[in-house]
Protein backbone atom coordinates (compact mmCIF):
# COMPACT_ATOMS: atom_id res chain seq x y z
CA UNK A 1 0.00 0.00 0.00
CA UNK A 2 3.32 2.48 1.17
CA UNK A 3 4.53 1.88 -2.61
CA UNK A 4 1.10 2.34 -4.04
CA UNK A 5 0.76 5.83 -2.70
CA UNK A 6 4.37 6.51 -3.37
CA UNK A 7 3.77 5.43 -7.11
CA UNK A 8 1.05 8.03 -7.49
CA UNK A 9 2.80 10.95 -6.10
CA UNK A 10 6.01 10.53 -7.83
CA UNK A 11 3.85 10.40 -11.18
CA UNK A 12 2.03 13.32 -9.51
CA UNK A 13 4.37 15.57 -9.56
CA UNK A 14 5.59 15.67 -13.26
CA UNK A 15 1.89 15.50 -14.54
CA UNK A 16 1.20 18.64 -12.88
CA UNK A 17 3.94 20.79 -14.59
CA UNK A 18 2.29 21.58 -17.83
CA UNK A 19 -1.29 22.60 -16.05
CA UNK A 20 0.83 24.76 -13.65
CA UNK A 21 3.12 26.51 -16.00
CA UNK A 22 -0.01 27.06 -18.63
CA UNK A 23 -2.58 27.86 -15.41
CA UNK A 24 0.16 30.94 -14.54
CA UNK A 25 0.30 31.99 -17.51
CA UNK A 26 -3.03 32.26 -18.16
CA UNK A 27 -3.34 33.28 -14.44
CA UNK A 28 -1.96 36.81 -15.99
CA UNK A 29 -4.04 37.36 -18.81
CA UNK A 30 -7.28 36.88 -16.60
CA UNK A 31 -5.95 39.32 -13.87
CA UNK A 32 -5.11 41.53 -16.60
CA UNK A 33 -9.07 41.33 -17.96
CA UNK A 34 -8.76 38.62 -20.42
CA UNK A 35 -9.68 35.03 -20.91
CA UNK A 36 -7.89 33.41 -23.34
CA UNK A 37 -9.27 29.81 -23.88
CA UNK A 38 -6.89 29.44 -26.86
CA UNK A 39 -4.49 28.16 -24.45
CA UNK A 40 -4.62 24.38 -25.60
CA UNK A 41 -3.78 25.53 -29.31
CA UNK A 42 -0.70 27.38 -27.38
CA UNK A 43 0.17 24.31 -26.18
CA UNK A 44 -0.21 22.57 -29.39
CA UNK A 45 1.81 24.64 -31.33
CA UNK A 46 4.59 24.83 -28.44
CA UNK A 47 4.72 21.05 -28.15
CA UNK A 48 5.42 20.54 -31.93
CA UNK A 49 8.47 23.36 -32.55
CA UNK A 50 10.11 22.08 -29.44
CA UNK A 51 9.60 19.36 -30.53
CA UNK A 52 10.91 20.05 -34.72
CA UNK A 53 14.84 21.10 -33.03
CA UNK A 54 15.91 17.82 -31.35
CA UNK A 55 13.86 15.95 -34.01
CA UNK A 56 15.60 17.23 -37.27
CA UNK A 57 19.32 18.05 -35.32
CA UNK A 58 19.71 14.86 -33.77
CA UNK A 59 23.42 14.05 -33.95
CA UNK A 60 24.62 17.68 -35.31
CA UNK A 61 24.28 19.15 -32.03
CA UNK A 62 24.16 18.31 -28.25
CA UNK A 63 20.77 17.29 -27.18
CA UNK A 64 20.78 19.28 -24.79
CA UNK A 65 21.47 22.47 -27.00
CA UNK A 66 18.93 21.15 -29.67
CA UNK A 67 16.04 20.94 -26.50
CA UNK A 68 16.98 24.56 -24.82
CA UNK A 69 16.57 25.58 -28.89
CA UNK A 70 13.12 23.84 -28.93
CA UNK A 71 12.09 25.06 -25.93
CA UNK A 72 12.74 28.98 -26.95
CA UNK A 73 10.76 28.34 -30.16
CA UNK A 74 7.99 27.86 -28.56
CA UNK A 75 8.25 30.37 -26.16
CA UNK A 76 8.57 32.89 -28.77
CA UNK A 77 5.79 31.17 -30.75
CA UNK A 78 3.54 31.09 -27.87
CA UNK A 79 4.31 34.82 -26.99
CA UNK A 80 3.81 35.61 -30.66
CA UNK A 81 0.43 33.94 -30.34
CA UNK A 82 -0.33 35.69 -27.57
CA UNK A 83 -0.15 39.13 -28.94
CA UNK A 84 -2.16 38.12 -31.93
CA UNK A 85 -4.04 37.32 -29.28
CA UNK A 86 -4.27 40.72 -28.11
CA UNK A 87 -4.88 42.81 -31.53
CA UNK A 88 -8.00 40.54 -32.26
CA UNK A 89 -9.39 41.08 -28.77
CA UNK A 90 -7.76 43.91 -27.48
CA UNK A 91 -7.64 46.29 -30.44
CA UNK A 92 -10.31 45.35 -32.43
CA UNK A 93 -12.40 44.21 -29.58
CA UNK A 94 -13.67 40.63 -30.57
CA UNK A 95 -15.25 38.67 -28.32
CA UNK A 96 -12.95 36.64 -26.28
CA UNK A 97 -14.46 33.34 -26.30
CA UNK A 98 -15.05 33.09 -29.90
CA UNK A 99 -11.71 34.48 -30.13
CA UNK A 100 -9.86 32.30 -27.74
CA UNK A 101 -11.56 29.53 -29.72
CA UNK A 102 -10.84 30.66 -32.98
CA UNK A 103 -7.04 30.48 -31.66
CA UNK A 104 -7.12 26.84 -30.10
CA UNK A 105 -8.58 25.78 -33.68
CA UNK A 106 -5.37 27.42 -35.53
CA UNK A 107 -2.79 26.08 -33.19
CA UNK A 108 -3.98 22.61 -32.66
CA UNK A 109 -5.14 22.59 -36.63
CA UNK A 110 -1.23 23.99 -38.01
CA UNK A 111 0.22 22.30 -35.26
CA UNK A 112 -1.18 18.36 -36.53
CA UNK A 113 -0.93 19.55 -39.98
CA UNK A 114 2.97 20.90 -40.41
CA UNK A 115 3.76 17.46 -38.13
CA UNK A 116 2.28 15.42 -41.25
CA UNK A 117 3.67 17.38 -43.65
CA UNK A 118 7.46 17.25 -41.89
CA UNK A 119 7.19 14.07 -39.89
CA UNK A 120 4.50 12.17 -41.33
CA UNK A 121 3.86 9.80 -37.79
CA UNK A 122 4.65 9.48 -33.95
CA UNK A 123 8.21 9.24 -33.73
CA UNK A 124 10.66 9.88 -30.83
CA UNK A 125 12.94 11.74 -29.69
CA UNK A 126 15.64 11.57 -26.36
CA UNK A 127 13.82 14.86 -24.54
CA UNK A 128 14.85 16.37 -21.63
CA UNK A 129 16.46 13.72 -18.95
CA UNK A 130 15.75 13.13 -15.40
CA UNK A 131 18.48 15.33 -13.43
CA UNK A 132 17.98 14.29 -9.70
CA UNK A 133 19.31 16.75 -7.07
CA UNK A 134 22.41 15.49 -5.40
CA UNK A 135 22.30 14.15 -1.55
CA UNK A 136 18.31 15.52 -1.69
CA UNK A 137 17.19 12.44 -3.82
CA UNK A 138 18.67 10.07 -1.66
CA UNK A 139 16.23 11.27 1.21
CA UNK A 140 13.66 8.23 1.70
CA UNK A 141 10.45 8.94 -0.08
CA UNK A 142 10.66 12.46 -0.32
CA UNK A 143 13.31 12.20 -2.24
CA UNK A 144 12.16 10.00 -4.94
CA UNK A 145 9.37 12.26 -4.83
CA UNK A 146 10.66 15.77 -4.77
CA UNK A 147 14.07 15.50 -6.13
CA UNK A 148 13.97 13.39 -8.73
CA UNK A 149 12.91 14.59 -11.74
CA UNK A 150 13.95 16.90 -14.52
CA UNK A 151 14.85 20.45 -14.56
CA UNK A 152 11.49 22.12 -15.97
CA UNK A 153 9.87 20.23 -13.09
CA UNK A 154 11.89 22.34 -10.42
CA UNK A 155 11.55 25.29 -13.31
CA UNK A 156 7.82 25.33 -13.21
CA UNK A 157 7.55 24.81 -9.03
CA UNK A 158 10.24 28.01 -9.03
CA UNK A 159 7.83 29.94 -11.01
CA UNK A 160 5.29 29.78 -8.64
CA UNK A 161 6.93 32.22 -5.84
CA UNK A 162 8.14 33.95 -9.01
CA UNK A 163 4.90 34.61 -10.40
CA UNK A 164 3.56 35.90 -7.09
CA UNK A 165 6.44 38.71 -6.55
CA UNK A 166 5.93 39.72 -9.92
CA UNK A 167 2.09 40.03 -9.59
CA UNK A 168 1.94 41.24 -6.08
CA UNK A 169 5.12 42.83 -5.42
CA UNK A 170 6.33 44.58 -8.17
CA UNK A 171 4.85 47.65 -10.53
CA UNK A 172 4.34 45.90 -13.15
CA UNK A 173 1.78 43.41 -11.35
CA UNK A 174 0.20 46.55 -10.01
CA UNK A 175 -0.66 47.39 -13.58
CA UNK A 176 -1.85 44.31 -14.70
CA UNK A 177 -4.15 43.87 -11.57
CA UNK A 178 -5.31 47.16 -12.18
CA UNK A 179 -6.29 47.25 -15.01
CA UNK A 180 -8.13 43.87 -14.72
CA UNK A 181 -10.02 45.43 -12.02
CA UNK A 182 -10.90 48.83 -12.79
CA UNK A 183 -9.24 49.57 -16.05
CA UNK A 184 -10.84 53.45 -16.46
CA UNK A 185 -9.32 54.14 -13.22
CA UNK A 186 -6.04 52.71 -14.19
CA UNK A 187 -6.50 55.17 -17.15
CA UNK A 188 -7.16 58.18 -15.37
CA UNK A 189 -3.56 57.78 -13.45
CA UNK A 190 -1.58 57.30 -16.75
CA UNK A 191 -1.54 53.52 -17.71
CA UNK A 192 -1.58 52.03 -20.72
CA UNK A 193 -4.26 49.84 -21.01
CA UNK A 194 -3.94 48.07 -23.91
CA UNK A 195 0.06 47.77 -23.48
CA UNK A 196 -0.51 46.07 -20.37
CA UNK A 197 -3.15 43.79 -21.42
CA UNK A 198 -0.86 43.07 -24.75
CA UNK A 199 2.26 42.26 -22.57
CA UNK A 200 0.29 40.01 -19.88
CA UNK A 201 -1.03 37.86 -22.85
CA UNK A 202 2.30 37.68 -24.29
CA UNK A 203 3.56 36.15 -21.35
CA UNK A 204 0.54 34.03 -20.63
CA UNK A 205 1.25 32.86 -24.65
CA UNK A 206 4.73 32.71 -23.73
CA UNK A 207 4.53 29.75 -20.43
CA UNK A 208 1.95 28.12 -22.29
CA UNK A 209 3.95 27.38 -25.21
CA UNK A 210 6.65 26.33 -22.43
CA UNK A 211 4.00 23.81 -21.33
CA UNK A 212 3.13 22.71 -24.61
CA UNK A 213 7.39 22.02 -24.64
CA UNK A 214 7.21 20.02 -21.49
CA UNK A 215 4.75 17.78 -22.88
CA UNK A 216 6.76 16.75 -26.02
CA UNK A 217 9.99 17.07 -24.65
CA UNK A 218 10.09 16.14 -20.82
CA UNK A 219 6.66 14.27 -20.27
CA UNK A 220 6.03 12.17 -23.60
CA UNK A 221 9.22 12.65 -25.53
CA UNK A 222 7.49 12.76 -28.84
CA UNK A 223 4.55 14.50 -30.91
CA UNK A 224 0.92 13.49 -31.94
CA UNK A 225 -2.50 15.10 -32.71
CA UNK A 226 -3.73 14.44 -29.07
CA UNK A 227 -0.87 15.46 -27.27
CA UNK A 228 -1.98 17.86 -25.22
CA UNK A 229 -5.37 16.14 -24.69
CA UNK A 230 -7.50 19.55 -23.23
CA UNK A 231 -5.02 20.66 -20.77
CA UNK A 232 -4.94 23.77 -22.11
CA UNK A 233 -8.66 24.40 -21.33
CA UNK A 234 -8.18 22.94 -17.60
CA UNK A 235 -5.39 25.46 -17.38
CA UNK A 236 -8.11 27.96 -17.63
CA UNK A 237 -10.38 26.08 -15.14
CA UNK A 238 -7.88 25.91 -12.73
CA UNK A 239 -7.04 29.66 -12.38
CA UNK A 240 -10.94 30.05 -11.26
CA UNK A 241 -10.26 26.84 -8.53
CA UNK A 242 -7.11 29.06 -7.80
CA UNK A 243 -8.65 32.10 -7.23
CA UNK A 244 -6.44 33.78 -9.60
CA UNK A 245 -3.59 33.11 -7.03
CA UNK A 246 -0.23 31.11 -8.08
CA UNK A 247 -0.80 28.79 -5.05
CA UNK A 248 -4.33 28.01 -5.62
CA UNK A 249 -3.12 27.39 -9.16
CA UNK A 250 -0.92 24.65 -7.77
CA UNK A 251 -3.00 22.84 -5.70
CA UNK A 252 -5.57 22.95 -8.47
CA UNK A 253 -2.47 21.60 -10.62
CA UNK A 254 -1.51 18.81 -8.21
CA UNK A 255 -4.97 17.64 -7.80
CA UNK A 256 -5.92 17.03 -11.22
CA UNK A 257 -2.63 15.58 -11.47
CA UNK A 258 -2.72 13.12 -8.75
CA UNK A 259 -6.24 12.26 -9.93
CA UNK A 260 -4.65 11.21 -13.18
CA UNK A 261 -1.75 9.48 -11.71
CA UNK A 262 -4.55 7.75 -9.38
CA UNK A 263 -6.58 6.40 -12.47
CA UNK A 264 -2.63 5.19 -13.94
CA UNK A 265 -1.53 3.51 -10.66
CA UNK A 266 -5.30 1.75 -10.64
CA UNK A 267 -4.40 0.11 -14.27
CA UNK A 268 -0.92 -0.81 -13.83
CA UNK A 269 -1.88 -2.47 -10.39
CA UNK A 270 -4.68 -4.36 -12.09
CA UNK A 271 -6.52 -3.33 -9.61
CA UNK A 272 -10.36 -4.42 -10.56
CA UNK A 273 -11.89 -1.04 -11.08
CA UNK A 274 -13.65 0.01 -14.52
CA UNK A 275 -11.03 1.40 -16.92
CA UNK A 276 -13.72 4.10 -18.14
CA UNK A 277 -14.61 5.23 -15.16
CA UNK A 278 -10.76 5.67 -14.19
CA UNK A 279 -10.24 7.72 -17.18
CA UNK A 280 -12.73 10.06 -16.04
CA UNK A 281 -11.84 10.28 -12.95
CA UNK A 282 -9.52 13.20 -13.52
CA UNK A 283 -11.72 15.09 -15.35
CA UNK A 284 -15.15 14.52 -13.31
CA UNK A 285 -12.79 15.93 -10.15
CA UNK A 286 -12.35 18.86 -11.81
CA UNK A 287 -16.02 19.65 -12.35
CA UNK A 288 -16.79 18.96 -9.03
CA UNK A 289 -14.23 20.97 -7.76
CA UNK A 290 -15.36 23.80 -9.69
CA UNK A 291 -18.53 23.82 -8.91
CA UNK A 292 -17.61 23.64 -5.02
CA UNK A 293 -14.70 26.69 -5.26
CA UNK A 294 -17.46 28.60 -7.08
CA UNK A 295 -18.87 29.61 -3.70
CA UNK A 296 -15.72 31.28 -2.68
CA UNK A 297 -16.19 34.85 -1.74
CA UNK A 298 -13.14 36.22 -3.20
CA UNK A 299 -13.79 37.91 -6.57
CA UNK A 300 -12.91 37.44 -9.96
CA UNK A 301 -11.11 40.87 -11.61
CA UNK A 302 -14.43 42.61 -12.32
CA UNK A 303 -13.52 43.31 -16.17
CA UNK A 304 -12.79 40.08 -16.70
CA UNK A 305 -13.67 39.35 -20.43
CA UNK A 306 -14.57 42.83 -20.78
CA UNK A 307 -12.97 45.13 -24.05
CA UNK A 308 -11.41 48.50 -22.63
CA UNK A 309 -12.93 51.66 -24.96
CA UNK A 310 -11.95 54.92 -23.51
CA UNK A 311 -13.66 56.63 -25.68
CA UNK A 312 -16.94 55.48 -24.68
CA UNK A 313 -18.84 57.14 -21.63
CA UNK A 314 -19.55 55.34 -18.54
Known sequence: MVNFLTNILILGV????????????EMFNQRAGVFNLGCEGIMAMGAFL?????????GSMPAGMANLVGILVAMAAGALMGLVFALVTVTFRAPQGIAGIGLHMLGWGTAGTLFRHFVGGVTGVPGIQTLPIP??????FLGPVLFNHNPLVYLAFLLVPAAWYLLF????GLKVRSVGTYPRAADTMGINVNRVRYQALALGGAMAGLAGAYLSLAQAKMFADDLVAGRGFIAVALVYFGR????????GALLFSLAQSLQLSIQVAGIDFPYEFAVMLPYVLVIVVLALSGKSKMA???DLGKPYNREQRV
Open 50 to 58: AFMPPYFLA
Open 14 to 25: PFSVALLLAGLG
Open 244 to 251: WHPVGILG
Open 135 to 140: FLSGIP
Open 300 to 302: SPT
Open 169 to 172: KTPW
